[in-house]
């Protein structure tokens, strides 16, 4: 007579086709971006949603944004909330597109919490009715633009909302129970320092409500660990740095080339986005891949194949002459 | 005909209200002179009210005369002139808020609802032809005192007694009771009139003042002061008793101005030297008739009461309230939370039983910790986004501003008022409870919080202005007033043109995404062509320029106030960084004044 000997279900699942499966799954729950088992892939990719911009898609891990999670950007330069990297408008373009995104609720307002009070609003307002125009028109949301004839309270008209914190415990505060609720679509912050049990406080409040969290943080932050789904590194696009860096090393340009124009490269701007990693995340850490992505900055939507017009910054004939002059130079 | 009606009826004016107001909601703006604008068609701001709390030691022999209607220019101006250039760089110059302002007058009334249960918005908007030159907004209460004056130990007792609790609240009023409406606003408008006719030596007319308000005296004894400036704390009369049955006598020598007569039959019976309410009394109504129509006749009527003129009590005069007063002084640092909430919990519910059998919710609430005699009792209030009955989140609400209150050191009761209530919204009950139905009010309930905990201002609503300057193109508007049942005056005239105003403001990818609160200098290196900076020092790097765009001329007009001359360029430079600055014309220098970030 034999014994079947009792094998535990983990040993045994290794030994299958589906053991690597069972393992990221396993290292989700440790790394704490899902602490429940019955969090299965297949409910990962139905909460995923596109961040509005094909190139980002293609660099995050899920292929777009999981609802629930935090993301974090960091500035290139390190210089804090009133940075002039891009991040903050990048961070903006893609809650916008998510308040738009779930099809569940109509319409979720974004929700910034601005300590420094700086931030000014008409940068992005013309991408709040942008938005409004892709919405799927539902009964309910047609009834209530035709209750809103009637009424100047509507909720329809209100798409973003600013809280103004007093301190850092109150940043913090509101952050949490930001995040805590179903009806937001995302929540753009500049916390410059956050604990790690602040940030998993975070991140928890997100999971339960289905919200984003998106953080803009200095580039220091890097060093720091985070509970983040993904942590993007926002710095000027390859190309237009090779352009900075050959021009400058030419000496002395000519001064026409920065003659004041009234061109067009000021409604986009072009970035390189890099998925960078945390001190807890040592697999992403061995590869940091990039994507360049020219960011359309009248609509919020990203320029999909802009790239070779765009980066043709020399925009009048006088310019171009010098641009010849200074491929002459080189 | 006089003394027809035997009612009795209070009336307190509210000098410069709209100014008073913003002084009682923002308490710091006390230190700097304070313009209420209001801005015409063709963008000139005028106006409304103005004032400048200052000691009296810092106050110049010649007094500004600005009067409402001047343009803000025209305002500064005189200011300057009296106080120095600084005197208008520190002014504080505030939009008209006459929603706002009617919103809170009627919250004084509600509170003034333990005089008489008939407590009605004064009508001091000047009917007529006068609308567009008007400057007067609804600023005064009137109460029916005619049966419950005895219990405040008579007329004088009680009059004194409003102008008094109203000046400990902070408040500048003066009050008057006569027979009618008309014959208690004008006492009350002229009461410091009054007052310096009765420190003139002799006369009918003293003789008049003292026997009928049997010795009431100011709380001064000095001189009145004529103050056409800003300073209501001067110690003019604040109250004034007109005998029964003899407003005609009492008030023959106050301007017809008191009778709310439009402004072009001011001007012609001044023309023809009719300028006191004796000598239009002394007129024949039927030739007034024929000269100015029906508006006079009828103003005089009401005045001596000779036709009805009845008051427009507020609605929802139920004065909602608790109050728990314990046996003895309760230390405010030995209050046991646990308690404390079971304190509010059972006040909350004696407040909420009534409004909830007629579907009402509470959107405003005051809670007051009453101290034992000493001033600076705590008083906060709750305000919600929209009106609820739900015991549990007022209190969580409650608790949550008492984690940031200080509390005073004796606490001798508790008491909560509902400010305002309204209707509950309805809503269509469904078989299964949607994802949508519960979101909204979990929406709801986090901007109670939000607003509870961080202060109303401090949860906003961004709404564009129609202004080119950036610092004043969009305004943040409260959440809990745009969405409440009482709107904020601004937020709701912000929704109501928000389509015009779109369309006239900057938007988009010329506007920073980061706006600095001050544009700050900045140390520019080197310079290039048409005198543009190609390196500039910010935030301790060297920034080099590569692009530039520009320039964006912002150029106010000087109606507006101060002259603000910029020629705005957007610079990208070798890092990648995007900056708003701008060169000066006046001063020929460069400053940041946002980011692109």
Request: hydrophobic letters at 40%.
């Given at each position: 007579m034999t014994k079947n000997i009792p094998t535990y279900p983990l040993f045994s699942k290794l030994d299958q086709?589906?053991?690597?499966?069972?393992?990221?799954?396993?290292?989700?729950?440790?790394?704490?971006?899902?602490?429940?088992?019955?969090?299965?892939?297949?409910?990962?990719?139905?909460?995923?949603?596109?961040?509005?911009?094909?190139?980002?898609?293609?660099?995050?891990?899920?292929?777009?944004?999981?609802?629930?999670?935090?993301?974090?950007?960091?500035?290139?330069?390190?210089?804090?909330?009133?940075?002039?990297?891009?991040?903050?408008?990048?961070?903006?373009?893609?809650?916008?597109?998510?308040?738009?995104?779930?099809?569940?609720?109509?319409?979720r307002p974004v929700v910034l919490v601005d300590r420094a009070r700086s931030f000014y609003p008409p940068s992005i307002m013309p991408w709040l009715e942008s938005t409004q125009s892709i919405l799927p028109q539902s009964s309910s949301s047609v009834r209530s633009r035709v209750s809103k004839k009637n009424t100047v309270n509507s909720r329809e008209e209100h798409l973003l909302y600013i809280v103004y914190p007093a301190n850092e415990a109150d940043e913090f505060w509101a952050i949490d129970q930001l995040l805590r609720c179903p009806s937001i679509a995302a929540v753009v912050g500049w916390p410059a320092r956050v604990s790690s049990i602040a940030m998993r406080r975070w991140q928890l409040a997100a999971k339960s409500s289905g919200a984003v969290g998106l953080f803009v943080r200095p580039s220091d932050a890097r060093r720091e660990p985070t509970w983040a789904e993904s942590r993007i590194q926002v710095g000027l696009s390859h190309s237009l740095q090779n352009r900075y860096q050959h021009a400058a090393s030419c000496g002395n340009i000519d001064p026409a080339m920065r003659q004041p124009t009234s061109g067009h490269w000021i409604h986009s701007r072009a970035f390189t986005l890099m998925q960078v990693s945390g001190q807890w995340d040592a697999m992403v850490a061995v590869s940091e891949p990039s994507v360049e992505c020219v960011l359309d900055l009248t609509s919020g939507k990203e320029h999909v194949g802009f790239h070779e017009t765009h980066m043709n910054f020399y925009e009048t004939t006088e310019q171009s002459k010098c641009q010849e002059k200074v491929r002459r130079v080189s | 005909m006089s003394g027809k009606s035997t009612s009795r009826i209070m009336t307190i004016v509210l000098p410069r209200w709209p100014v008073q107001r913003q002084l009682l909601q923002q308490p710091g703006f006390r230190e700097f002179p304070i313009f209420v604008c209001r801005q015409n068609a063709r963008g000139v701001l005028s106006v409304v009210s103005w004032a400048w709390v200052m000691p009296p030691e810092k106050r110049r022999g010649i007094q500004p005369?600005?009067?409402?209607?001047?343009?803000?220019?025209?305002?500064?101006?005189?200011?300057?002139?009296?106080?120095?250039?600084?005197a208008s760089r520190i002014a504080r110059i505030l939009h008209e808020d006459s929603v706002g302002d009617i919103r809170v007058l009627e919250t004084l009334g509600r509170w003034c609802h333990r005089f008489s249960p008939v407590v009605a918005i004064g009508p001091d908007v000047i009917p007529g032809k006068v609308k567009k030159q008007s400057t007067h907004s609804a600023s005064s209460l009137q109460i029916d005192v005619s049966d419950t004056a005895r219990f405040f130990g008579g007329e004088l007792s009680l009059v004194r007694m409003v102008v008094w609790v109203l000046a400990a609240r902070g408040i500048h009023?003066?009050?008057?009771?006569?027979?009618?409406?008309?014959?208690?606003?004008?006492?009350?408008?002229?009461?410091?009139?009054?007052?310096?006719?009765?420190?003139?030596?002799?006369?009918?007319?003293?003789?008049?003042?003292?026997?009928?308000?049997?010795?009431?005296?100011?709380?001064?004894?000095?001189?009145?002061?004529?103050?056409?400036?800003g300073h209501w704390l001067s110690r003019q009369r604040r109250w004034v008793l007109v005998p029964p049955g003899q407003q005609q006598q009492f008030l023959g020598s106050m301007p017809i101005m008191s009778l709310r007569l439009p402004v072009d039959v001011i001007n012609s019976l001044a023309e023809v030297g009719v300028e006191l309410i004796g000598q239009l009394l002394r007129l024949p109504r039927v030739s007034l008739q024929e000269r100015f129509g029906s508006v006079v006749p009828l103003q005089i009527s009401c005045f001596l009461g000779d036709v009805s003129d009845p008051l427009t009590p507020l609605q929802e005069s139920d004065l909602l309230g608790a109050t728990h007063s314990f046996e003895m002084p309760v230390l405010g640092r030995d209050l046991d939370g646990k308690y404390f909430r079971q304190l509010i919990e059972s006040l909350v519910h004696q407040c909420l039983r009534p409004l909830v059998v007629t579907n009402q919710g509470v959107s405003n609430?005051?809670?007051?910790?009453?101290?034992?005699?000493?001033?600076?009792s705590t008083v906060f209030e709750v305000g919600l986004y929209k009106p609820t009955a739900k015991a549990s989140h007022l209190v969580d609400l409650v608790m949550l501003r008492f984690e940031r209150t200080h509390f005073p050191r004796e606490i001798t009761g508790v008491s909560i008022e509902v400010l305002s209530a309204g209707a509950l919204p309805c809503r269509q009950q469904t078989l299964f409870r949607g994802p949508a139905q519960s979101d909204m009010s979990q929406f709801e309930i986090l901007l109670n919080?939000?607003?509870?905990?961080?202060?109303?201002?401090?949860?906003?609503?961004?709404?564009?202005?129609?202004?080119?300057?950036?610092?004043?193109?969009?305004?943040?508007?409260?959440?809990?007033?745009?969405?409440?049942?009482?709107?904020?005056?601004?937020?709701?005239?912000?929704?109501?043109?928000?389509?015009?105003?779109?369309?006239?403001?900057?938007?988009?990818p010329s506007r920073p995404t980061f706006l600095l609160a001050r544009p700050r200098l900045l140390e520019v290196s080197s310079f290039g062509v048409h005198g543009l900076p190609v390196r500039f020092f910010w935030k301790g790097q060297i920034h080099v320029v590569m692009r530039t765009r520009g320039p964006e001329r912002i150029e106010t007009a000087w109606w507006r106030g101060p002259t603000v001359r910029r020629d705005y360029y957007i610079f990208e430079t070798n890092r990648g960084g995007r900056f708003w600055m701008f060169r000066g014309l006046q001063k020929r220098a460069w400053f940041l004044h946002g980011t692109y970030g």
């Open positions: 086709a589906g053991g690597r499966a069972y393992l990221q799954q396993l290292s989700r729950i440790v790394s704490g971006s899902s602490s429940l088992p019955k969090y299965i892939d297949e409910e990962f990719r139905s909460t995923v949603v596109s961040s509005g911009l094909p190139s980002l898609d293609r660099l995050l891990r899920h292929k777009g944004v999981r609802l629930g999670t935090l993301m974090e950007w960091l500035e290139a330069d390190g210089d804090g909330v009133a940075s002039a990297s891009g991040a903050t408008t990048l961070a903006l373009a893609v809650a916008v597109h998510l308040q738009a995104a779930n099809e569940l609720s109509e319409r | 005369v600005i009067q409402p209607g001047f343009s803000l220019s025209e305002a500064l101006a005189v200011l300057t002139s009296v106080y120095g250039e600084r009023a003066r009050a008057a009771i006569a027979d009618t409406p008309a014959a208690s606003w004008a006492a009350a408008l002229c009461a410091g009139r009054i007052a310096t006719k009765s420190q003139q030596p002799s006369g009918d007319f003293c003789e008049r003042i003292s026997r009928s308000t049997r010795g009431s005296t100011c709380p001064k004894k000095k001189g009145p002061r004529s103050s056409p400036h609430l005051q809670v007051r910790l009453d101290t034992n005699g000493v001033p600076g919080r939000l607003t509870s905990r961080l202060g109303s201002g401090a949860v906003v609503e961004p709404r564009l202005l129609s202004d080119i300057q950036p610092e004043v193109s969009w305004v943040a508007a409260p959440v809990v007033h745009v969405m409440g049942t009482a709107g904020s005056c601004r937020s709701v005239h912000l929704l109501e043109s928000k389509k015009t105003q779109i369309s006239k403001s900057v938007v988009g």
